[in-house]
């Protein structure tokens, strides 16, 4: 039997209007209007016609659309050029193509990940210590 959960990829389309909580496991690209929380370790893409309202939480985002909201991403942020973003954005890593528009603050740390690192470290120097 084949897996069929690894590559799934869901669409809400541009005449799909939702007012509550998404989550969803891999991938989800959403042309239509959400007022609600978005929230997945998966990724997201906000289509060109797509207006959110509300807080979106996942691993990477690409937007094109419209979001009026905060966003927190484990990994990339990337907001294309038509994109426009109302909102407070926490990600790893940011790409703001040129015609964006960005309001609100950003807080980008790219050494989140390897801040694990010494854990490790720690750990494999206290066994050969031993």
């Given at each position: 039997?084949?897996?069929?959960?690894?590559?799934?990829?869901?669409?809400?389309?541009?005449d799909?209007?939702?007012?509550?909580?998404?989550?969803?496991?891999?991938?989800?690209?959403?042309?239509?209007?959400?007022?609600?929380?978005?929230?997945?370790?998966?990724?997201?893409?906000?289509?060109?016609?797509?207006?959110?309202?509300?807080?979106?939480?996942?691993?990477?985002?690409?937007?094109?659309?419209?979001?009026?909201?905060?966003?927190?991403?484990?990994?990339?942020?990337?907001?294309?050029?038509?994109?426009?973003?109302?909102?407070?954005?926490?990600?790893?890593?940011?790409?703001?193509?040129?015609?964006a528009?960005?309001?609100?603050?950003?807080?980008?740390?790219?050494?989140?990940?390897?801040?694990?690192?010494?854990?490790?470290?720690?750990?494999?120097?206290?066994?050969?210590?031993?």
């Open positions: 039997m084949a897996d069929i959960t690894t590559n799934q990829k869901n669409l809400l389309s541009s799909v209007e939702i007012k509550g909580s998404i989550k969803f496991l891999n991938e989800l690209t959403v042309d239509g209007k959400i007022e609600g929380e978005i929230n997945s370790a998966g990724i997201l893409t906000v289509g060109e016609n797509s207006e959110i309202k509300g807080e979106i939480k996942t691993k990477s985002v690409t937007v094109y659309g419209k979001v009026h909201g905060n966003i927190t991403v484990e990994d990339r942020c990337e907001l294309k050029g038509r994109a426009s973003l109302y909102g407070d954005l926490k990600a790893t890593r940011l790409v703001i193509e040129d015609g528009t960005f309001v609100g603050k950003s807080e980008v740390t790219p050494n989140k990940v390897a801040m694990k690192q010494p854990e490790i470290v720690r750990g494999g120097a206290a066994r050969s210590g031993s």
